[in-house]
């Protein structure tokens, strides 16, 4: 990833989701995926830039509605 944009390597480690639980790693992968398969395959620009961002938005609002739907703890 040293050859790419800042904007595109700084976005990409937002969908970092290892540290999650199972249940959120879960809904968060398939993001994290579309995420690392669309920088492979298109060039950096702001067009890039902004789809990765938008599906950054979409993935905590997944994972969010995930935590919502979770049994809480007592």
Known sequence: MADRHPGTTHLLRYFEHEHLPAHLQA????????????????????????????????KDCFVRAALDTTPKET
């Open 27 to 58: 809904v968060s992968r398939p993001c994290a995926e579309l995420a690392q398969e669309m920088t492979d395959a298109l060039p950096d620009g702001p067009e890039l830039t902004a789809g990765l961002r938008k599906l950054l938005e979409a």
